[in-house]
């Protein structure tokens, strides 16, 4: 049996990008500024959602967790490198994926697996001032914003929820209903509650807060 050419495979790829829909959202404060790292993603009605890219790794840079919001599909690996010269213990307490490494340097042997959904938040027991946010859900489609704004391409046509998080958020945000139909593009806008950002911790580099 012949494998499928080059040329069928093109024509398959550009059929389903065809057939897709895109969803933009647009978020805000109650200041009217951008909100940023807004954790988004798209659940099917009905039936499960199909297995995406699984790998990931969040860094830890000048004392800080890199990116500061992770999102990733129920059982990824992932990576923690130690990008710093001192050693740092990684932790989180958080019920989706309770676990530890201890004082380490480079790069432990073994990622994490996140095999349960929900928000994990990480610290580290050395540098208490470190935090980062990953949200591991059961969907490859999913985005978080930058510049106020995320997108999420080649949606099949379809009834989904909308999911929507953030780590400053006042309450937990219920899940939206929307379809998709193919070549539409579906836009929102949402203006998001916020707790105050925290407070710089006294002798923080100021490269350490809330990177990007």
């Not at 540098?127 to 949200?135: E, G, Q, S």
């Not at 978080?144 to 006042?170: F, M, W």
């Amino acid at each position: 049996m012949k494998s499928p050419s080059l040329g069928l495979l093109l024509h398959l790829a550009a059929a389903q990008a065809a057939t897709a829909a895109t969803l933009e959202i647009s978020f805000k404060d109650a200041r009217e500024a951008p909100v940023d790292d807004v954790a988004v993603w798209v659940m099917p009605k009905s039936g499960p959602a199909p297995i995406g890219k699984r790998e990931a790794a969040i860094a830890q840079k000048d004392k800080t967790f890199v990116p500061l919001v992770t999102i990733i599909q129920t059982g990824t690996p992932v990576q923690f490198p130690n990008m710093d010269p001192i050693r740092h213990h990684v932790y989180s307490f958080s019920p989706p994926k309770p676990f530890e490494i201890k004082l380490y340097a480079g790069t432990p042997v073994a990622p994490i697996v996140f095999d349960k959904p929900g928000e994990v938040v990480l610290g580290c027991n050395i540098h208490d001032h470190m935090l980062a946010f990953v949200y591991v859900v059961d969907t490859p489609w999913f985005a978080k914003s930058k510049n106020g704004v995320v997108r999420i391409e080649n949606l099949p046509a379809g009834d989904y929820l909308l999911h929507l998080a953030h780590y400053r958020q006042t309450a937990p945000i219920p899940p939206t209903p929307f379809s998709a139909r193919a070549d539409e593009n579906v836009a929102r806008a949402v203006a998001l509650s916020l707790k105050p950002a925290p407070a710089i911790p006294p002798g923080t580099p100021p490269s350490t807060v809330n990177p990007k």
